[in-house]
């Protein structure tokens, strides 16, 4: 049976619990693609997302008989969100993870909700806020995490603007490196912020 545009998932999603090798294919071609594009916010190598692909694939096949019909978008990226993750340690015990993404934590800090994070999540990014110095913290939270502009955060504190953008410059600099120190936890955080991030697209 040759895949349509017709063709439903939940058609495709039968086949492939029977034991169909195309329906596994007609899925591949379906969500190949999204998955690659999700994967690359923080797998940089072209072959490394290929090689992760296939192991997710060939885990759906393995394990097709217990496939929820009604859940398994949510089973693909659960299982690309291990890859991942799996890939991230691996870097990280390597040191071959960039201090880099980290940017990309600090950056959205102020919009993410603890309902996503959960307070593990939090308690590891306010490990790496918490050892800046008192008034640097001050200003990386005021700015950060309560949203203030640089000119408000001027005025609270009496300093200039110059020194809230030196300060705010430093703690970047010092959670990047709390972070690069602790390989364990970036890899961790990273992940969730990642698939956080992008769960409405998902459900």
Known sequence: MKNTPNTTESEILLRLKAGDELALQELMSRYKGPLAVSMSRLI????DIEELLQELFLRVWRN??????ERYRG?????AENLVYDRLRKAAREKRLSVDYFTHII????????GIFGK???EVL???IQQLPEQRRKVFELCKIEGKS????????????STVNSHITNANASIKA???QHPELASMVLTVFFFANIAPDIF
Request: proline share 0%; net charge negative; charged share 30%.
């Open 107 to 114: 950056e959205a800090y102020s919009h993410i909700e603890e």
């Open 64 to 69: 097709r008989g217990n496939l929820d019909t």
């Open 126 to 128: 306010q490990r790496g």
């Open 75 to 79: 089973y693909l990226y659960k299982i």
């Open 120 to 122: 593990e999540m939090l």
């Open 44 to 47: 940089k190598s072209r072959e």
């Open 178 to 180: 709390y972070f690069k």
């Open 150 to 161: 640089y000119e408000e955060v001027s005025q609270l504190l009496s300093i200039s603007v």
